[in-house]
């Protein structure tokens, strides 16, 4: 085999590989949340009682695109010297369901709790200066004034609205 054969077969398996792990990592990121069962099957069965089903959802955090400093006329310094993150994700869900057998009255054989995973949206902290120049002054010789300097730390924001289920029933 020539050796610029071997480089372009070495290239195409190279793409095969880089396409088949993106499409394996594809479904998780798309989801959105990753599921968390929580595997009681073992207790179940040792101890011959039913046990309760757990199950979670994960979030996956997924970081935005910060505005860029904006020029303000009159300050030497931009404005949103360092910016804020926005990240997109939310806060982590449950479902848990256990059996009552008879423990609140006939026809009411389980309590489940199911809390879906909600929406999070947050900017982090920032920063805003601004320097103790003012702009030139023609009355000064083109010196620029004096001025207290400024800072400011834009304080980070949440926004979020959980919900949750509480059932109590017959069946499983």
Same mark, same amino acid.
Request: aromatic content about 0%.
């Given at each position: 085999?020539?050796?610029?054969?071997?480089?372009?077969?070495?290239?195409?398996?190279?793409?095969?590989?880089?396409? $088949?792990?993106a499409a394996a990592a594809a479904p998780a990121v798309a989801a959105g949340t990753?599921? %968390?069962?929580?595997?009681?099957?073992? %207790?179940?069965?040792?101890?011959? /009682?039913?046990?309760?089903?757990?199950?979670? =959802?994960?979030?996956?955090?997924?970081?935005?695109?910060?505005?860029?400093?904006?020029?303000?006329?009159?300050?030497?310094?931009?404005?949103?010297?360092?910016?804020?993150?926005?990240?997109?994700?939310?806060?982590?869900?449950?479902?848990?369901?256990?059996?009552?057998?008879?423990?609140?009255?006939?026809?009411?054989?389980?309590?489940?709790?199911?809390?879906?995973?909600?929406?999070?949206?947050?900017?982090?902290?920032?920063?805003?200066?601004?320097?103790?120049?003012?702009?030139?002054?023609?009355?000064?010789?083109?010196?620029?004034?004096?001025? /207290?300097? =400024?800072?400011? $730390?834009?304080?980070?924001?949440?926004?979020?609205?959980?919900?949750?289920?509480?059932?109590?029933g017959s069946g499983s």
């Amino acid at each position: 085999m020539k050796p610029t054969t071997r480089g372009t077969l070495a290239a195409v398996m190279t793409g095969v590989v880089a396409a $088949v792990g993106a499409a394996a990592a594809a479904p998780a990121v798309a989801a959105g949340t990753v599921p %968390v069962p929580v595997p009681l099957e073992g %207790v179940e069965n040792s101890l011959n /009682l039913p046990a309760p089903k757990i199950s979670g =959802q994960l979030p996956l955090p997924t970081p935005g695109s910060p505005e860029g400093p904006r020029y303000v006329e009159g300050r030497l310094v931009p404005e949103g010297a360092l910016p804020q993150l926005p990240l997109s994700g939310g806060l982590p869900g449950a479902d848990v369901r256990t059996p009552l057998p008879h423990v609140l009255g006939d026809g009411l054989e389980h309590v489940g709790v199911d809390a879906p995973a909600a929406g999070l949206r947050t900017l982090t902290p920032g920063l805003s200066l601004d320097a103790p120049l003012g702009p030139p002054n023609p009355d000064h010789l083109g010196l620029p004034d004096t001025k /207290l300097p =400024q800072a400011a $730390v834009l304080t980070p924001l949440l926004r979020t609205a959980p919900g949750a289920n509480v059932e109590a029933g017959s069946g499983s």
